[in-house]
């Protein structure tokens, strides 16, 4: 049962950074610099919002790469790596849902895609470097902020604002993804290039994480 709790609160979790995430560009567009700081910070506060309800049930991964880096730092099981992906990208799927539902009503997506990624004009190669830059910067510092206890209180905002300075950077260039749920969840009902593009959004947050944890392994401070 406490497992089933943990996956429901991932799948709420990245549903709401979906929805809220997406959301934003898709009412606001991404062409300018304000619209870009906006987008940025709604993604950022949508973690620290989710940080503070559901950190202490699942611990707000809702994240893929995020659960992969937990995994390879042994703070999560097999199992619950399996759980939390699937509960995250059902919950990423449902804000892509709810997202399409309110364009429907008839509201312009200023992204004209639901906020999904792209490639833009770096190719498939340099969107590849560029995420697993980004993922790489995004897992390290959450595996330092959560890694002590002390910085507990803080470790929500040290987050969320880590996701916002990555997203400032890479919206740019990529939309930011950063997160395989996030991507797969709005590109299965925009379509398109959006879609067939999707698997660059799964790899390279994966490969970013991976790298992140083990450096972080080798990095951090021996246990007194």
Not at 11 to 19: D, E, H, N, P
Not at 52 to 75: F, Q
Not at 126 to 135: D, F, N, Q
């Amino acid at each position: 049962m406490a497992n089933i709790k943990k996956y429901i609160a991932e799948l709420i979790g990245t549903m709401i950074l979906t929805f809220m995430g997406c959301g934003s560009a898709v009412l606001l567009g991404c062409n300018d610099n304000g619209g870009r700081l906006a987008v940025a910070l709604t993604f950022g506060l949508s973690i620290v919002a989710t940080a503070y309800v559901i950190g202490n049930i699942s611990g707000c991964h809702i994240n893929p790469a995020v659960s992969l880096a937990m995994l390879i730092s042994k703070k999560i099981s097999v199992i619950d790596f399996v759980g939390y992906v699937i509960s995250q990208i059902i919950g990423a799927i449902i804000g892509g849902a709810l997202l399409k539902m309110i364009v429907a009503f008839g509201v312009t997506d200023q992204t004209g895609g639901l906020g999904t990624n792209g490639i833009g004009n770096i190719g498939i190669g340099g969107a590849l470097v560029v995420e697993i830059i980004l993922t790489f910067i995004f897992v390290f510092a959450i595996l330092g902020v959560t890694s002590d206890e002390s910085k507990g209180g803080v470790a929500g905002i040290v987050i969320g604002l880590t996701l916002a300075f990555v997203h400032i950077v890479g919206i740019p260039l990529t939309g930011t993804s950063v997160n395989p749920a996030r991507s797969i969840g709005p590109a299965l009902f925009a379509g398109g290039d959006a879609l067939s593009h999707v698997w660059i959004f799964i790899l390279a947050p994966l490969v970013g994480a991976a790298i992140a944890a083990i450096v972080y392994k080798v990095l951090k401070p021996a246990k007194k």
